[in-house]
């Protein structure tokens, strides 16, 4: 085990350790030289003061004097007389003290005082009366007083017993405590001496406990240890602008008041300005516990000083910043940096600077390990210029950049996320619209289709009743018949286009029509009528009709369609690109063809289909396009939306060029029993407000996760650095 502390001590000489403890103490005193002499020591002045104070039973005085007298007669060094001292005290020697002694010597009230004799209760020094005693030191005894004059309490600081040396060290932590006032400083009211010639100091009473307790008896986070040593360090921030060194900081050092404040005290080490005599290296026969304040030619804590009090060298503020630092380090991490049982163990590791490694599992962040470790550099140019300086990077929110990333990666995934819901209800909103102006066009072709057809129908009957579709209807070649020759039918043909040519027919819209005789010879087209002679049984419907002597259809063929390139009967020049809605008719002998009729001429209607679909838009934003059974197509789709566009009358997302659409493909059907002559395919952008690029969805989508991952993980690094408890 580590040397004992000074709480270790006292715990010792009241019987406060349990069993456990005090075996682990007696063999730690039989291995530690130092101990044992630091506990001589201790056991000594404690049995000196009380011996005076109480009256014990003869027999056990008698027996506590004579271990004091062999004591006292004997040379500090001698190892063996003060280890037996030691062990007198706990019991296990010729003289049982412990047992019946020991714990007394602490707790028994002190009687019989006189002049000279330890403070009592009730006792006044100056104007104060004594009324608790609040604890001891190294240096002196502190009580709870009442100060009549201001009617208030104060905390009293007084020696145990007259030594000038500790008089003017006492004195001195008074003059230089007076110099600062803040609040993270106990406050010294007064200094004075008592009848017996006793010296005091009057200070701030803080109710409270040290910060070493504050800070071992309840867990605390990291940012509250922080924020505790932050005030400690404000205070001695304090005492360095008022020319003041404090050399002896630790947490023993520092009150924690019941109103949660922090106030550094115990300024005794502390000098306007250091002396040279201050300086030189300690002799190990002179140090004790090394978690004890040392003075003499070395002035500080072992345990807690920096490298130049170790060696003698210049003391200025930045030794309380490395001994600051120390401290934080022990009540970040459970242990101190610099490991050593021994004065020149500890003195070795310090002044090289040799730290101990870092714990497992610590929940300490790198930065603030970065911030304790730069106080903690060997070099004092190494170390923060100032104590405000390192105060300004303790109180830097170390969760800070963390947070923030947090809330700009939540922000960034809220924006996102709120981009891919927006996105999504656009959509649906314009999906829902497409639909509807799906099912508009859907009815819109239906009436389209149905009017021409209706038109067709009206049209047909009209020219039927015309003469020169009559004389078409009633002529025959005579070679049918074995009469004539081809040359005079030929002129009976020629007469009969000229009848036709002559004849004012009557047309519906920016349409063309064409007239054959039964055997399916053009003889008449409104496309170009000086073109007559053609065979439009070349055309797969004209040829069926005529063949069956009776039927209506309609057809949608490709104007690259041989039939209708070479018949002429879109006149000498054809188009060769798009398409042509025919409606057909086969011309009987009477009103109505009946079964067995022949066909006595055919009369054809002609339509572009561009004109068909511009009849069937009802808007500029509704993409249209004709097509053929073929495959072949006209109007504003590209062919991969065509080629893409599901042939079931279902309407289906479909991405083309990087970009969304929702496409339908309407069956256009012809007269009773045709069945479907072609297709209408509709197409709409279906565009949202992430409609930026191709992917754009994914990507955000994408983004949004990351940023969503990213808040979670920073947010609970921010976390652990606010809420890790040490």
């Known amino acids: 085990m580590e040397c004992l502390d000074a709480n270790v001590v006292q715990d010792l000489m009241s019987g406060a350790l349990d069993t456990g403890q005090r075996e682990g103490v007696l063999g730690h005193l039989d291995t530690c030289e130092d101990c044992r002499e630091l506990l001589g020591i201790t056991a000594r002045d404690t049995l000196r003061d009380q011996l005076k104070a109480n009256p014990y039973p003869e027999e056990i005085a008698a027996d506590a004097r004579r271990v004091l007298d062999a004591a006292t007669t004997l040379p500090s060094g001698n190892n063996g007389d003060v280890g037996l001292l030691a062990t007198a005290m706990l019991g296990t020697a010729e003289v049982e003290l412990a047992a019946t002694m020991a714990p007394d010597l602490l707790a028994t009230p002190v009687i019989g005082a006189h002049a000279g004799d330890p403070p009592t209760q009730g006792r006044r020094l100056g104007r104060y009366t004594l009324i608790e005693r609040l604890g001891a030191g190294a240096m002196g005894v502190v009580w709870r007083a009442e100060d009549p004059t201001l009617s208030r309490q104060v905390a009293v600081k007084l020696l145990r017993r007259q030594d000038e040396s500790l008089t003017e060290r006492l004195v001195r932590e008074a003059q230089s405590m007076a110099q600062v006032n803040h609040p993270n400083v106990v406050t010294v009211y007064e200094v004075g001496q008592g009848v017996d010639g006793s010296t005091f100091i009057a200070m701030e009473l803080v109710t409270g406990v040290s910060l070493r307790k504050w800070q071992t008896q309840t867990r605390h986070t990291i940012p509250?240890?922080?924020?505790?040593?932050?005030?400690?360090?404000?205070?001695?921030?304090?005492?360095?602008?008022?020319?003041?060194?404090?050399?002896?900081?630790?947490?023993?050092?520092?009150?924690?008041?019941?109103?949660?404040?922090?106030r550094v005290t115990d300024f005794g080490l502390a000098a306007a300005k250091p002396s040279s005599s201050s300086s030189g290296a300690l002799p190990r026969q002179h140090i004790g516990d090394v978690n004890l304040t040392t003075s003499g030619s070395v002035m500080g804590t072992p345990a807690y000083m920096a490298p130049e009090q170790f060696v003698g060298g210049n003391v200025d503020p930045r030794t309380d910043q490395f001994n600051f630092c120390v401290a934080l380090y022990e009540a970040l991490?459970?242990?101190?940096?610099?490991?050593?049982?021994?004065?020149?163990?500890?003195?070795?590791?310090?002044?090289?600077?040799?730290?101990?490694?870092?714990?497992?599992?610590?929940?300490?962040?790198?930065?603030?390990?970065?911030?304790?470790?730069?106080?903690?550099?060997?070099?004092?140019?190494?170390?923060?210029?100032t104590m405000d300086d390192l105060t300004r990077e303790l109180g830097r929110d170390r969760a800070k950049p963390w947070r923030r990333t947090a809330i700009a990666s939540a922000a960034v995934a809220a924006a996102l996320g709120l981009g891919l819901v927006s996105d999504w209800l656009v959509r649906d909103r314009v999906s829902s619209e497409i639909r509807h102006s799906f099912e508009l066009t859907r009815e819109q072709q239906k009436r389209v289709v149905t009017r021409l057809i209706e038109s067709f129908k009206v049209t047909s009957e009209v020219a039927y009743r015309e003469q020169a579709l009559r004389e078409v209807a009633g002529h025959h070649d005579q070679a049918d018949f074995g009469l004539g020759?081809?040359?005079?039918?030929?002129?009976?043909?020629?007469?009969?286009?000229?009848?036709?040519?002559?004849?004012?027919?009557?047309?519906?819209g920016n349409t063309h029509l064409a007239i054959a005789d039964y055997k399916g010879r053009l003889l008449f087209t409104s496309a170009s009528p000086d073109v007559w002679g053609g065979d439009l049984k070349t055309l797969a419907p004209v040829k069926r009709a005529i063949d069956a002597g009776k039927g209506d259809s309609v057809t949608v063929l490709p104007y690259a369609d041989p039939g209708l390139a070479t018949t002429g009967v879109l006149g000498?020049?054809?188009?060769?690109?798009?398409?042509?809605?025919?409606?057909?008719?086969?011309?009987?002998?009477?009103?109505?063809?009946?079964?067995?009729?022949?066909?006595?001429?055919?009369y054809l209607q002609l339509q572009d289909g561009k004109q068909l679909l511009d009849e069937i838009a009802l808007d500029k934003q509704t993409l249209l396009a004709l097509v053929a059974l073929d495959g072949t197509a006209i109007g504003e789709l590209p062919p991969a939306l065509i080629k893409a566009a599901p042939a079931d009358d279902e309407s289906a997302e479909v991405r083309v060029d990087g970009r969304t659409y929702q496409v339908q493909s309407l069956p256009m059907t012809g007269l009773a029993g045709q069945g479907t002559i072609a297709h209408v395919v509709m197409a709409r952008p279906l565009d949202g407000v992430l409609s930026l690029f191709p992917g754009a969805r994914l990507v955000f989508a994408l983004t949004a996760i990351g940023a969503l991952l990213l808040a979670a993980t920073t947010y609970a690094n921010a976390r652990k650095l606010t809420s890790a408890r040490i």
């Open 333 to 385: 991490y459970g242990e101190r940096p610099f490991d050593g049982a021994t004065y020149p163990e500890l003195a070795d590791n310090v002044c090289d600077g040799k730290l101990r490694p870092e714990p497992a599992g610590t929940n300490v962040s790198r930065a603030l390990r970065a911030i304790v470790l730069r106080g903690l550099s060997v070099k004092p140019g190494d170390r923060f210029a």
């Open 224 to 262: 509250e240890l922080v924020q505790a040593y932050i005030a400690a360090a404000r205070g001695l921030a304090a005492a360095h602008a008022a020319g003041i060194i404090h050399r002896d900081f630790k947490p023993d050092n520092v009150l924690v008041g019941e109103d949660g404040r922090v």
């Open 485 to 508: 020759d081809p040359a005079t039918d030929r002129a009976e043909l020629e007469k009969l286009h000229n009848t036709l040519v002559s004849t004012d027919w009557v047309k519906h």
């Open 572 to 602: 000498a020049k054809p188009p060769t690109h798009g398409l042509a809605v025919l409606f057909e008719r086969t011309l009987a002998l009477g009103d109505k063809a009946s079964e067995g009729s022949e066909a006595r001429g055919f």
